[in-house]
């Protein structure tokens, strides 16, 4: 059986055939018509209150705060009252019930941007012909006084509620109401649609820009918030990476040491036994594969420019180093070592010196002047540091420099590689407080002995 395939050609313009650019651009502007003034163009939108902190509102009392959210409210039912006294003055010679109809036709639409700002809109637009009726006197259209004021206040009211494609779509249609109430009933009196048409532009010009500013300006904010968020989240990957380096040396280095001690160890002996010459092999590779094993995985944190220090990584006892470099840099600062001393392994005595380093840097950057007072606790189960300064002093020649918080990022990251906890804050006399906790495991064997 043969299977016969035909292909057709569809004609041009239909089907899948493509279309030109003005064509799209048509189709794209009246589907943002649609969405914009068509589409739930009566959905219910309650205006929000205003935001109060504000450079003015935020510096009034707290009851006079809390009605001052409800400004644009009052505001809307302020313009309302305009446009329902402009509508209820006789033009012609109506007065009583018609100049009262005429009033509230007006200020309907602009109580409606309260609650449905689109289909406000549509009621100021349907309600301009209608108060040029009931008016009756025709010196004044398309737009009678209080219909100039209502539908004036309700485009400027619903192009700041919305966005300004649907503002530009308004004055559109204004302007093509404009033109056929001009183009079927103008005689020469009709002359209220150019004043309203420039207006009207004018104003939501001056709205499009507003809504341009806002945006540029929570943009900046955005932007802002990640680059500080991007900056923080580098400061932290550069504190690791530092820390990967520093266990690198210390570890490497103590590896490096057991290697060649168990690679010595037979030669001190005389005849060792051939068990004995086993073990400390065995020992020795081990090392010699751990310490390759450490070079693959911690070796890949170093930059290509990086050297290794020459000299051991600095432990608790250079604490007393540390705080003559900051007396001589104009630091009162004073040491309290509670607890018996006891070696502890090398990455918590790194740790420990570098957060306490920080901590004094801190000090000199952000209280110059202050004293500073460091505890080192060794107590059961771990070490406790408490790096604490006093406020600094009044009059003060030397200004504090502003900080990002990214030197308390790295302290915590070292407290949390070790399992450690920390609490960092200000404290009741003024000053600032550090206070850490890393716990050390008791050695096995020393606690069998």
């Not at 602009?110 to 637009?125: C, D, I, K, N, Q």
């Amino acid at each position: 059986m043969t299977e016969t395939t035909q292909m057709r050609t569809a004609p041009p313009g239909a089907g899948g055939a493509p279309r030109s650019p003005e064509y799209r651009l048509a189709m794209d502007a009246l589907r943002g018509l649609r969405q914009d003034l068509f589409h739930d163009a009566f959905a219910y939108r309650p205006l929000p209150p205003m935001a109060t902190d504000g450079p003015l509102t935020r510096r009034l009392p707290g009851r006079l705060r809390s009605h001052a959210a409800r400004l644009p409210q009052a505001l809307v039912v302020a313009a309302a009252l305009v446009a329902l006294f402009g509508g209820s003055v006789a033009v012609g010679s109506i007065d009583g019930p018609p100049a009262l109809l005429s009033g509230l036709l007006c200020a309907i639409p602009v109580l409606a941007t309260l609650v449905r700002p689109v289909g406000a809109f549509w009621l100021s637009m349907a309600a301009t012909p209608v108060v040029g009726a009931v008016d009756g006197s025709f010196t004044e259209w398309p737009w009678t006084p209080g219909a100039f004021i209502c539908h004036l206040t309700v485009l400027v009211i619903v192009a700041i509620r919305t966005r300004p494609r649907a503002a530009a779509w308004m004055w559109v249609l204004t302007a093509v109401y404009a033109f056929l109430v001009e183009t079927l009933l103008g005689d020469g009196g009709y002359h209220t649609s150019a004043p309203m048409l420039l207006l009207s532009a004018l104003a939501l010009l001056a709205v499009a820009v507003r809504h341009v500013r806002r945006e540029a300006r929570q943009e900046v904010t955005a932007q802002r918030t990640v680059t500080e968020h991007e900056r923080s989240r580098r400061t932290l990957l550069e504190e690791r990476t530092t820390i990967a380096r520093e266990l690198h040396d210390v570890v490497a280095h103590h590896m490096s040491v057991v290697a060649i001690q168990a690679e010595a160890a037979p030669y001190r002996v005389e005849n060792p036994p051939e068990e004995l010459e086993r073990a400390f092999a065995t020992i020795r590779e081990n090392a010699v594969a751990a310490l390759t094993e450490l070079r693959r995985v911690l070796g890949v944190v170093r930059a290509e420019d990086y050297e290794a220090p020459d000299a051991p990584q600095p432990t608790l006892a250079d604490l007393d180093a540390l705080l003559g470099n900051v007396r001589d840099a104009g630091l009162t600062v004073e040491k309290t070592v509670t607890g018996a001393v006891r070696e502890l392994p090398p990455g918590v005595e790194l740790s420990a010196y570098r957060i306490v380093q920080e901590a004094l840097s801190n000090t000199l950057r952000h209280a110059p002047g202050a004293t500073a007072r460091v505890e080192v606790s060794h107590v059961l189960g771990g070490l406790g540091l408490r790096v604490v300064n006093g406020p600094v002093p009044e009059p003060s020649l030397v200004k504090p420099s502003p900080g990002a918080g990214h030197g308390i990022t790295g302290m915590r990251e070292r407290v949390a590689m070790l399992d450690g906890a920390m609490t960092a804050g200000p404290t009741a006399e003024g000053g600032y407080e550090v206070t850490v906790f890393l716990p050390v495991t008791a050695d096995p064997v020393e606690g069998a002995a």
